[in-house]
């Protein structure tokens, strides 16, 4: 497949195969308006037509690599029910020619039982669980749709994920309220065994006006900041931190495994569940619609001119400042809907969170050269803990 310059184009897929439905109504949720997109659909479950179409065109388009991953996420994708995902794997396997093919799945974790969770074991499927922190933290927006509390049902799924010996990592939102207890949010996610953790900034706005429940820029930057301070030092190669991760392959000159940090996007794209293709999970609307792989292959609207144009947008609207900026290596100007202020000198497109990343990544970068060297060296990136054990006691 190439792009209409001639170059190849790779891509993923996040799929919302029941669309933005939820059995939650976390107060901060983006993603439950996109329902006004279509105002007719009564159904929200993807056609069977729909997901056959989708397997095979998504293993077509990889038919060149070895490893094939699907994302399934929501709304809620448990809503579906077993026998949805049973009928996935069955046609995975029919036009995966034999080739390793691994299913992620991003829960609030609520549906969670012994039949769903023996399901994900047997398939080995890795599972994401969409927790905020200790309950008090937790329940401050991931309620229920009558405002009540939501964390003693996701720890219930969580516990039966265990139970079964489900792979599973963690996805914490952070937004005003937890941002500012990082280390009790980082020593609970542990304490309920995950070891690889995502932590995705809450950055929510509507007619240009940010939302009361967003973490600040600062904030932003001291939470991440606090956390890495106690990581660095107790858990490298013990607990990973997909922020932490990310950072250390900019500061090996690495390609960013998060899209956020790359400096051109594009080829994470978003699948509702019609069959309709969006340019990304936070650009679904009018605009950004692709169009449908009903009617058009999902791998020539991956490659057109248009996405490859919002791809390098990234880049082309970067402001002056951030092209001069010493850790533009690191972040890149981050994603384009947080591009929302103006910079000091009055252009537009500064990060509202632009001033936590600087700060958290001129606090981190001598421990990642540190980190980096001994990668460069052959040696384990987790021998800094030592070094720092060493110097604060002065040996």
Known sequence: MTGHSGEAVRF??????VGPVCNLGCRYCFYVDKAQLYPATTDWRMPEEVLDSYIRQYMEANSSHNGVTFAWQGGEPTLLGLDFYRRAIALQRKYGDGRCIENTLQTNGVLLDDAWCAFLKEHDFLVGISIDGPEHLHDSYRVDKGGNPSFGLVMRGLERLVKHGVRFNTLTVVHQRNALYPIEVYEFLKSIGSTFLQFIPLVEHKDGQISHESVGGLAWGEFLGKIFERWVRMDVARIYVQMFDTALESWLSLPQSLCFFRSTCGAALAMEHNGDLYACDHFVDIEHHLGNIMETPMAKLAATSSQIMFGNAKLDALPSCCRQC???????????????????????GLNWLCAGYKSFFHQIDPYMKYM???ITLRRPPANIMAFLKDREQGK
């Open 372 to 374: 980096a060297h001994q």
């Open 326 to 348: 010493d850790v533009r290596f690191a972040c890149n100007g981050e994603c384009p809907r947080n591009r929302l202020i103006r910079t000091p000198d009055g252009e537009d």
């Open 12 to 17: 993923q897929i996040m799929a919302k195969p």
